[in-house]
């Protein structure tokens, strides 16, 4: 199963969007992820929501996970956390490790229910145990805040393994922040080269910062804005 979903995963946008069309709710589901967060495609949250909804057509559970999990943010629409709480509960319930994964973030972020941060952790690590890379991911900063850099960076490489480019992204912060710059430069650019944007603006600060590169690190910095990070705009605008 881990097998088939890593080779949806690799497959190119325009695949992709053959396969939803033909009724292949798994890829409706990851062209929505990638069109949410701007992997290698533009950014397009209305975009989003319409393909996780028709992957929960499709009858794929994923699906019906991000499009609840995209009502309780508000991507693409008002946000309604209140009425995506039971929906996940629901299929978590059911035995879905992403919607599982989902109702812990809600949890941690006191969404739709008072903030619980013990049972969004249990949640989460059920999920990341059942190799939902995402859940893997939002563990990090838990575990960082405890003050468990090792936990942090188990977490970060287990997401990052999985296909999450965040993870990647998160392991760059974390080598990054221990003068570990060879190891973070190539995180940064893994994240980067699966289209996240945070990667590309975490490897240019490296290139730029060091010398070694400036005019790549500005380039790289740039493309991390464009990709939507808010801090590389922010950089960019106190160099100019």
Known sequence: MLLALLLL????????QNACNSGKGAAC?????????????RRDESRA???FRKACKLKNQDGCADEARALALGVGQPPD???????LEKQCKAGRPRAC?????LFLRGLGAPQDAT???????????????RACANLVPV???????????????????????????????????????????????????????????????????????????????ERGCNGGDAQACERLHQLK
């Open 29 to 41: 589901d990851e062209l929505g992820n990638r069109v949410q967060d701007g992997l290698g495609v």
């Open 119 to 133: 049972r969004a952790e249990s949640l989460l690590t059920g999920a990341c145990d059942k190799q939902y890379p």
């Open 101 to 105: 994964g989902h109702l812990g973030d």
């Open 143 to 221: 575990a960082y805040r405890k003050g468990d850099r090792d936990k942090a960076e188990q977490f970060a490489n287990r997401a990052c393994e999985l296909g999450d480019a965040g993870g990647c992204a998160y392991l760059g912060d974390l080598y990054a922040s221990s003068d570990d710059t060879v190891r973070a430069m190539v995180q940064f650019k893994r994240a980067c080269d699966a289209g996240y944007a945070h990667g590309c603006s975490g490897q240019g600060y490296l290139l730029l910062d060091s010398g070694v590169d400036p005019k790549k690190g500005l380039e790289l910095i």
């Open 9 to 16: 995963a690799a497959g190119s946008p325009a695949d992709l």
């Open 49 to 51: 929501v319409e393909l």
């Open 81 to 87: 956390p209140r009425s995506a709480l039971p929906l």
